[in-house]
């Protein structure tokens, strides 16, 4: 069975910081392209990054340079360092392979 299972989100202030971590299981890790999506309300999902199998990153605009993709290949892990965080960061944040499946997501809030 798949299973992505996201964690780290929580409450933050702006310009906080939060990391997300994603485990994996149930498949070939080190083979398939991840991506971590984000969806706010009453919006559609936003692909905010994705860290190729070997390794290459790529960042939405909005989120460059306060974002930082990784990934443990040995452990199953993704992880998502979020910087500078602002209101419009606020959304469910998930785990997925790159078109194929996806995880549970956790709740990101940007407040003062």
């Known amino acids: 069975e798949v299973q992505l299972q996201a964690s780290g989100g929580g409450l933050v202030q702006p310009g906080g910081s939060l990391k997300l971590s994603c485990a994996a299981s149930g498949f070939t890790f080190g083979d398939y392209d991840m991506t971590w999506v984000r969806q706010a309300p009453g919006k559609g999902p936003e692909s905010v990054s994705v860290m190729t199998h070997d390794g290459t990153k790529y960042y939405a605009d909005s989120v460059r340079g306060r974002f930082t993709i990784s990934r443990d290949n040995a452990k199953n892990t993704l992880s998502l360092q979020m910087n500078s965080l602002k209101f419009e960061d606020t959304a469910v944040y998930f785990c997925?392979?790159?078109?194929?499946?996806w995880g549970n997501g956790t709740q990101v809030t940007v407040s003062s």
């Open positions: 997925a392979t790159v078109a194929k499946y």
